[in-house]
């Protein structure tokens, strides 16, 4: 079962796009200097189950994405549940994003969603707004391949 610790609208987390930010907690990265360690408890917050419908209710028609900030601890039935929560955003018109925060390519069960971050927080190498980053943005295109729009976050 995920939890979730809070939700949010914004337009930052993935380019053109209007999004329903939701928290996910149970996070098994430890990347140094974290920006939320809270994330990293298991069992931290709200049983998503039970409010999913609802906070997709509530922000349906200001946003254009759902997108999931964190995975929980990756187990099956983990991602099981995000793919439902990303079937039911679809099916109300949004598309959706995972912020994944691990070392990983893109795996056959994340392939339901739009958009997908890829790797840990580096101190060194920056987030997403740095040249340096090892992070990785991809949205999905016209032909169900996934392009790197990473770029989309420096500032020239």
């Known amino acids: 079962m995920l939890y979730y610790t809070e939700f949010c609208l914004s337009p930052c987390e993935v380019p053109e796009e209007k999004s ?5 907690s149970g996070c098994t990265n430890r990347c140094k200097n974290c920006h939320y360690p809270a994330l990293q408890l298991h069992n931290y917050g709200e ?9 997709i209710e509530l922000y349906y028609k200001q946003a254009s994405c759902v997108c999931f900030l964190g995975e929980g601890r990756g187990f099956p039935e983990d991602q ?52 340096t980053t090892n992070q990785r943005l991809y949205r999905k295109n016209d032909e169900n391949k996934y392009e790197d729009i990473t770029n989309r976050f420096w500032i020239e």
């Open 47 to 55: 049983s998503l189950g039970n409010f999913f419908a609802d906070i």
């Open 20 to 24: 329903i930010c939701i928290y996910i």
């Open 80 to 131: 099981a549940e995000l793919i439902s929560y990303a079937e039911y955003a679809h099916a109300k018109g949004l598309k959706t994003c995972l912020y994944c925060g691990r070392d990983t390519g893109i795996e056959s069960w994340m392939y339901v969603f739009d958009y997908i971050k890829l790797g840990s927080y580096r101190e060194e190498l920056g987030s997403l707004d740095s040249k």
